[in-house]
């Protein structure tokens, strides 16, 4: 079982940039495919970007194309989550995700069997 802990949220103006961390414990690691999610105030969480366990496959949601980067770090464990243009409607808790990678659609959130306790971002002047 992979451990993940995010870091990095706060608050952040229109337009901003920001990135998001997250640390991974356990040994699978690095055979695993990682994303991010986000659930915006009293609505449902969403999918953000996932990258395989290779790092040479990277899918984004259609909103965030262009604007937000995944990367991962598997010698230091560690997942990255660059956010450029900021919008107010993308203040949202954000959560951090590791699954066994299948090759699957890596967009579905039951594709990932370790989740982060989340950290909030928020987009406002």
């Known amino acids: 079982q992979v451990r993940m802990t995010e870091s990095g949220g706060g608050v952040v103006q229109p337009g901003g940039s920001h990135t998001l961390s997250c640390a991974a414990s356990?040994?699978?690691?690095?055979?695993?495919?990682v994303a991010w999610f986000r659930q915006p105030p009293e609505k449902e969480r969403e999918f953000v970007a996932a990258?395989?366990?290779?790092?040479?496959?990277?899918i984004y949601a259609d909103a965030v194309k262009g604007r937000f980067t995944i990367s991962r770090d598997n010698a230091k464990n560690m997942v990255y989550l660059r956010m450029n243009g900021l919008k107010p409607e993308e203040t949202a808790v954000y959560y951090c995700a590791a699954g066994v990678d299948t090759g699957s659609t890596y967009y579905t959130s039951y594709e990932y069997s370790s989740w982060g306790q989340g950290t909030q971002v928020t987009v406002s002047s």
């Open positions: 356990g040994r699978a690691f690095g055979m695993s495919q």
């Open positions: 990258v395989n366990w290779s790092a040479d496959k990277f």
